[in-house]
């Protein structure tokens, strides 16, 4: 008789994210799933076939939770600006004060694994697809309230939002002064004034 399930898997994929986010899919050992998920190695490997497999699945979890959490501050937001500058300030914030920065973990897996993994740099494209798509919509918006000038077009000004997304992340990471940070965030933005 097989056994039921003794655990959420959206947690412990929210624990994978974690684990993943925090060392990196090749740093990351079957001991160092056990002991950061709470499971055996038989109930990992019985749910998710393998650390491929729930590495795949712990992006997809990540990816969902903050393409949703951008999309829900610019569906919600009346000042555009404001609101980007919130997304820009939340992203530095996760790692100014960490005792270790995470940085991204698209980003960083971008980094790690993408140029030698299709499978990987195809998520990796998508998930900036699904960002850059978020601010599009975020840009449209801005501009049809009359926040943005309609001087350059809302998809070439997406991409620039999320590569300067992509540059404060791994900036973050590697520890640069918070007033380096707010430079960069403040020039970013005065291109959407």
């Known amino acids: 008789m097989a056994r039921t399930r003794e655990f959420d898997e959206t947690e412990v ?10 060392k990196g899919y090749n740093a990351t050992s079957a001991n160092d799933l ?3 998920l709470g ?13 491929r497999t729930l590495f795949i699945k712990s992006l997809d979890r990540y990816r969902k939770r903050n393409v949703k959490q951008i999309l829900s501050m610019v569906q919600q937001s009346d000042d555009i600006l404001k609101t980007i500058a919130e997304i820009f300030k939340l992203i ?15 980003v960083n897996t971008g980094v790690e694994m993408a140029p030698h993994d299709n499978e990987i740099a195809k998520i990796i494209h998508e998930n900036g697809q699904d960002i850059e798509n978020t601010f599009k919509v975020a840009i449209e918006k801005g501009q049809a309230l009359g926040q943005i000038p309609r001087s ?12 300067n997304i992509v ?16 430079d960069i965030m403040k020039i970013c933005l005065s291109v959407l004034k």
């Open 152 to 163: 350059y077009d809302a998809e070439a000004l997406a991409r620039f939002i999320h590569n």
């Open 34 to 36: 056990v002991k950061g």
């Open 92 to 106: 530095v914030s996760q790692d100014i004060t960490a005792k270790i920065p995470k940085g991204c973990l698209m």
């Open 39 to 51: 499971l055996s190695r038989s109930s990992i490997y019985a749910t998710f076939t393998d650390k």
């Open 13 to 22: 994929l929210d624990k994978a994210v974690d684990l993943f986010w925090l």
């Open 167 to 182: 540059g404060l992340r791994v900036a973050v990471k590697s520890n640069t002064e918070g007033k380096v940070l707010d």
